[in-house]
């Protein structure tokens, strides 16, 4: 919950600076930066925002505001998730992974997609019908309908079994994820609920090789900017759902409680 009320949400931002505190070593006033802000401060959808140097890089000439915008918690979860939890080396260097993404068309869903690719992986994808083919667009080997009888089941229309899931829906329970593990595979789950973490703690207690293990972002300054990057050279996109004026901010932020966007929604002056 926010600290006090009234509060203002918002996390993501993308801007010119206009002050910096007498610390800020690696910023001045005129610098066009991308940054976040911790959800217990927020404060992103305004016409001014504070947050921390660390947590704040350059965003260069060939990267739009509303690009950069999309990138920091979106794309520094998918990073995490396949970085840091599931050991993907996005350079291609390792042994091949299979990889499931569910609601692989969504914020994250569609960051990990393209990050996953750049490594070595073979990209299992859930998404709904209409989604199908802009999910193949970001590199996803196979595609599932979600509500087909396959889609619901997880299955791999290869017969692969997945080394890590990157579950970026919701209300999907263990017994669907396990029989489609490989022998040590792991469910990374961006949402955990109760149920998933009492899921997460049988597992440990029983040291089982299948886990389900709820995932935390940490974000890092130095992903942000790694992130940055990628767009600057056209390694990784984002795709835009939808833009709102900042005077109709609701109209985004319920577009967001509805659950099927497709990309990010951004908030512009």
Known sequence: MPRKFPHIPGTDVAGEVVEVGSGVKSFKAGDKVVATIYHSDGGGLAEFAVTKERLTVSRPAEVSAAEAAALPIAGLTAHQALTQDAGINLDGSGPQKNI?????????????VQLAKLGNTHVTATCGARNIDFVKSLGADEVLDYKTPDGAAL???????????IHCAR????STFEPNLSANGKVFDLTPGPGAMMTFAVK????????????LLIAKGENLDYLVKLVK?????????SKHSLSKAEDAWAKSIDGHATGKIIVEP
């Open 204 to 215: 440990k207690l029983t040291f089982s090789k299948k886990q389900l293990l709820p995932v």
């Open 100 to 112: 499931l993404i569910t609601a692989a068309s969504g914020g994250v869903g569609h960051y990990a």
């Open 171 to 174: 209300d999907i329970p263990w």
């Open 155 to 165: 299955k791999s229309p290869s017969g692969k079994k997945y080394d890590a899931v």
């Open 233 to 241: 050279e056209g390694k990784l996109k984002t795709v835009f759902d």
